[in-house]
């Protein structure tokens, strides 16, 4: 189970709109998801969490690059929503790289070298590994009164009301829960 919600700065505080994310295929469609929410190019945040296992913060600043911020690698790459947001530069690949083996230089049948099966599916297993850990621009919230601190210590089944509260939107982050 997941949950997503807009929260758009405006001139009269924030706006909450929860949000489906089942059309969104990739980042640029999350992005301009988030600016149809605010037509005047303020702040707004796409906030998701999964299952109390992983949450993330995108912000999207007018024109501007989202940026992101995922507090759990691993647990979001086992989520369709997760890897909207796990782009190559996030989990610092080369874009476009190939996020497996060379299967031209694997040794398929593991009999030639000596080596058995389950050593190539170690191989296999460590080129698509993710770390437990959190990935992302930390300090994305710096400057509504979250510190880069405050967000990667903050646990992920209520990462989001937490948030909210910093930044005075709870109340309407609640309407749309």
């Not at 710096?142 to 903050?154: P, Q, T, V, W, Y």
């Amino acid at each position: 189970m997941y949950f997503a919600a807009l929260l758009a700065r405006t001139e009269d505080g924030w706006e909450a709109s929860d949000t489906e994310l089942d059309d969104v295929e990739t980042l640029s469609d999350l992005a301009d998801l988030a600016r149809e929410a605010s037509p005047d190019e303020d702040t707004v945040l796409v906030l998701i969490e999964q299952e109390d296992s992983w949450f993330g913060v995108v912000r999207v600043d007018g024109e501007d690059d989202p940026r992101i911020y995922v507090s759990d690698a691993a647990a979001a790459r086992r989520s369709a929503y997760g890897e909207l947001l796990l782009t190559d530069e996030l989990l610092g690949r080369e874009p476009g790289a190939d996020d497996g083996p060379d299967l031209d230089a694997l040794d398929l049948d593991g009999t030639e070298d000596g080596e058995s099966e389950e050593d190539d599916e170690e191989v296999v297993g460590a080129a698509d590994a993710v770390t437990h850990s959190p990935v992302g621009d930390s300090g994305i919230l710096d400057d509504l009164g979250i510190s880069e601190k405050e967000l990667r210590s903050l646990d992920a089944n209520d990462a989001l009301n937490t948030i909210a509260e910093a930044l005075g939107a709870s109340e309407v982050l609640e309407t749309v829960r």
